[in-house]
């Protein structure tokens, strides 16, 4: 899967993705005021409202991007309906020819990590009276993972992703601002974000492509440039999915040492692109989707000029 991610990325000349977790305060009156009137104050309204908004973010940006990457919480957060609207635009987006990686930062042991993988990017077999169908049951191309487990929560996603074609992000040093707390902790004369970019390594050995990159990658905030070069030298053939770009400080000069031979790393912003449109310097576009491209096509240029050469 991440030669597909690669071959996103160079087809498009652009290394970011955008995360679509969405907010009712991001989303314009005219999406909020036709959803309302037709549903109510419902679970079912806040939806239908995501999956709109959601969908004119893609339409206005897939032939720029190569990847989206939902954040789960955002839709749990109103329960059933909002889990319908996170699968409706995992699949809107595959439709469009995107790569999903679905934030859902899952971590765990035995057949509950199975259980994880298989409903997220794997497959699911049902049978009864001697009928027999597979299922994909959220079906995007990558998943977020949690370390904290061992080797017991990665291995039912790895033995997942070799089954399916699908690849994960594991967790290794976040860009909020505590993530120091544990990560930076020294076990023995190294951090445990190091101890964890060698298993990470480790558990990519088997699965790497075309291209250099294995379907195991790493999740190396933007806001920690000097880290991140140390971990590009511990993890040489691990993609990079780069969060806290933009609204939590991170800018394309700051990516440099994330990258190689121009490959390395796709960069997430999300409020920086789907919220583009309560900003100023956007004040002049038409909507919010076209506000949401102006953003995005910002971003690129920033990385391609400033972290890629």
Known sequence: MID??????????SHICIGLDPQLKFIPDEIKNEVFSEYGPTLEAVAECFYRF???IVDATYDIVPAIKPQIAMYEEYGIPGMTAYKKTVDYAKSKGLIIIGDIKRGDIGSTSTSYAKGHIGSVEIEYNGEKR???????????????LGSDGIKP??????????????LVKTSNPSSGDFQDRLIGEHTLYEEVAKKVSEWGEDSVGKYGYSD?????????????????????HTYFLVPGYGAQGGKGSDLKPYFKDGLGAVVNSSRGIIAAHTKDMYSDCGNYAEAARRAAEDMNKDINENALN
């Open 157 to 170: 996603f790895t033995d997942v992703c070799r089954e399916n074609n699908k690849g994960i992000f594991i």
């Open 54 to 56: 959601n969908k004119g």
């Open 216 to 236: 195991v990658g790493a999740v190396v905030g933007a806001t920690y440039p000097e880290i991140g070069k140390q971990l590009r030298s511990i993890m040489p």
């Open 134 to 148: 597979v299922f994909n049951p959220f079906d995007e191309d990558f998943a977020t993972v949690n370390p904290y």
């Open 4 to 13: 597909n991610l690669i071959e996103q990325i160079k087809n498009k000349n």
